[in-house]
């Protein structure tokens, strides 16, 4: 009778079949499972979602939008910076959802990649609102060069054109790549009015 009904829901496709085991090997069980009205045409997260956001909780949302839509690793400390709160409360939501959400090492993230992609998808609502409070992090101290390599994806993301080409000026390239520089033995011929185009300013630098 089980294998039955789980061939129905599954269909013998491996994708269905993997989000099906962690299911059943998640709090859920295998009886929930087997009473719930899952189909082979359901989609296998809709039911996950609607446990995950079923009281509107904003920060939640949020929350799991950060998760699903940022490219890199998220420490905890990024976290509370972004949403200006304290870190027991990202931890206490990190605990609410242990099926969804993993802490490994400090890092947080979801821990399928499948419904991280059908979240990008459903909480596209909440994507620019927790882009804005990353970026507005990311641009402050030593996240500038830390975080170069995600920044101009986010203010194209963003439409902040001035900003990404302010951003990716010769003058600040220099500004946040070059800085233990030393300039040893080499010359450089040059016009008296020649521009300052031989790759090296400076007066961008640090640690010269």
């Known amino acids: 009778m089980h294998l039955a009904k789980l061939y129905e829901i599954t269909r013998?496709?491996?994708h269905r079949m993997?989000?099906?085991?962690?299911?059943?090997m998640s709090d859920e069980g295998l009886e929930h499972l087997m009473m719930s009205d899952i189909t082979g045409e359901t989609d296998l997260y809709d039911e996950d979602f609607r446990k995950?956001?079923?009281?509107?909780?904003?920060?939640v949302k949020e929350?799991?939008?950060?998760?699903?839509?940022?490219e890199f690793p998220l420490t905890l400390s990024m976290i509370t910076c972004v949403f200006g709160v304290e870190e027991d409360k990202i931890q206490s939501t990190i605990n609410e959802f242990p099926?969804?959400?993993?802490?490994?090492?400090?890092?947080?993230?979801?821990?399928?990649?499948?419904?991280?992609k059908y979240l990008t998808e459903r909480l596209e609502d909440y994507k620019q609102p927790?882009?804005?409070?990353?970026?507005?992090?990311?641009?402050?101290?030593?996240?500038?060069?830390?975080?170069?390599?995600?920044?101009p994806a986010l203010y194209k993301s963003l439409n902040q054109t001035d900003k990404l080409i302010k951003y990716l000026s010769s003058e600040?390239?220099?500004?946040?790549?070059?800085?233990?520089?030393?300039?040893?033995?080499?010359n450089i011929n040059n016009p008296y009015n020649a521009p300052?185009?031989?790759?090296?300013?400076?007066?961008?630098?640090?640690?010269?």
Do not use: M, W
């Not at 929350?63 to 940022?70: G, S």
């Open 130 to 151: 927790v882009e804005l409070k990353l970026i507005k992090v990311l641009e402050t101290g030593d996240n500038l060069q830390k975080y170069s390599s995600y920044i």
């Open 52 to 59: 995950i956001f079923s009281d509107g909780d904003i920060f």
């Open 172 to 186: 600040n390239i220099h500004r946040i790549f070059v800085k233990p520089l030393d300039l040893l033995n080499f």
């Open 18 to 24: 993997s989000v099906i085991s962690q299911k059943i």
């Open 99 to 116: 099926a969804f959400i993993t802490l490994n090492k400090g890092i947080c993230k979801l821990r399928s990649e499948g419904f991280r």
């Open 196 to 208: 300052n185009t031989d790759g090296i300013d400076p007066e961008s630098c640090e640690y010269i």
């Open 12 to 14: 013998g496709n491996a």
């Open 63 to 70: 929350f799991f939008a950060l998760l699903a839509y940022v």
